[in-house]
């Protein structure tokens, strides 16, 4: 294709829902909530149509995207 192309492939639809598990996997991830981890974990294992997680890897990949706010000192602490 050139660089003026007017041909466009459309772009494959993504299931929302597994967008949405990702990135509620990646802030627990982030807070170390081992407890919503595995419940996400076994939501997606017991879900028999999801054949690509892509999407699941896409909702994770947009939320890591995003830096962590960093932490000031505890200066309080003696």
């Given amino acids: 294709m050139g660089l003026f192309s007017r041909k466009s492939q459309p772009e ?6 597994m967008t949405e598990l ?8 982030r807070h170390r909530d081992q407890r919503a981890m595995n419940r ?7 879900d ?3 054949t690509d997680l892509s999407d699941f890897r ?16 505890n200066t309080r602490r003696k």
């Fill in 12 to 17: 494959p639809a993504r299931d929302e829902r």
């Fill in 22 to 29: 990702g990135r509620d996997y990646a802030i627990a991830r």
């Fill in 40 to 46: 996400i974990m076994r939501e997606i294992g017991t």
């Fill in 48 to 50: 028999k149509d999801v």
């Fill in 58 to 73: 896409a909702g994770q990949d947009s939320y890591d995207s995003i830096p962590p706010i960093p932490r000031g000192r």
